[in-house]
């Protein structure tokens, strides 16, 4: 019996702390189902995962997305278009292999960076189909963050 309060103590405990949203400036975020919570501004689904940043002020996007990190090498910035609004995605690859993307957004006098880690591990099929189903991954998991930003304009 004593293990069975233990057991749901942890059960409940794990079901508040993942898959929680949170709150910034004003705005519920939170990551695409499946995800979950594993930090501050972060959420992972397997190999995969989100990460948010907020600083006040407005910085520069292109700097922002195409700055390579100590893990990670930069590899191209695009334009998106998207409900008639457009955004800056840069292109980074991990050291460890994922593909990694991230949107600036400047909103309300803060600057916003949306990362986005997928793994093409995840993904089988030619190099082509590869690139193409890690590519589509990060869009829709950018897409559904990216949606959470403008619900609050």
Sequence with gaps: ????????????SSSFSFGQ???????????????????????????NHIMVVSVEGLYDIER???KPSRGSTYIESLSLNISGQTYRLGIHEG??????????IHKNGFTYGIWSAISPFDFTGTDAEIQQSTAQE??????YMLGAFTFYD
């Design 1 to 12: 019996m004593r293990y069975l309060g233990v057991f749901l103590l942890f059960f409940f």
């Design 95 to 104: 050291k460890n292999g994922l593909s990694i993307g991230c949107i600036g």
């Design 138 to 143: 990060m869009g829709r998991v950018l897409g």
């Design 21 to 47: 949203s949170q709150t910034l400036n004003g705005m519920e975020l939170n990551g695409p189902m499946g995800y979950t919570k594993l930090g501050n501004l972060h959420w992972a689904k397997g190999d």
């Design 64 to 66: 922002l997305i195409s």
